[in-house]
Nanobody, 120 residues
Framework: QVQVVESGGGLVQPGGSLRLSCAAS????????MSWYRQASGKERELVAS????????NIADSVKGRFTISRDNTKNTVYLQMNSLKPEDTARYYC?????????????WGQGTQVTVSS
């Protein structure tokens, strides 16, 4: 049974930090590109950061570049999102995504999300 479970969200003051974790099971984690998306109230879901299966390459959205870092530990089947210098506009529900293409099938798994609220 596939499970993707995010944790680490919460309420933080502007300028603060949080580290989100995403624990995966039920599939071969090391084959999958892992990503973090977020969706603010009334807005579309957007890609925040992604990391390749071996962790050798990352992609960070311009809106969070220099503040957020994505990493993974394939021995723990976990991906992380370190968020520093948080701003109120970072408030959103953050979702973890696992993606792997094994032609002709595109495997895509999502977690339920974890809420991040940045407010004083």
């Amino acid at each position: 049974q596939v499970q993707v479970v995010e944790s680490g969200g919460g309420l933080v003051q502007p300028g603060g930090s949080l580290r989100l974790s995403c624990a995966a099971s039920g599939f071969t984690f090391s084959f999958y590109t892992m990503s973090w998306y977020r969706q603010a109230s009334g807005k579309e879901r957007e890609l925040v950061a992604s990391i390749t299966s071996a962790g050798t390459s990352t992609n960070i959205a311009d809106s969070v570049k220099g503040r957020f870092t994505i990493s993974r530990d394939n021995t723990k089947n976990t991906v992380y999102l370190q968020m520093n210098s948080l701003k109120p506009e970072d408030t959103a529900r953050y979702y973890c995504n696992a993606q792997h293409r094994l032609w002709p099938i595109d495997y895509n798994y999502w977690g339920q999300g974890t809420q991040v609220t940045v407010s004083s």
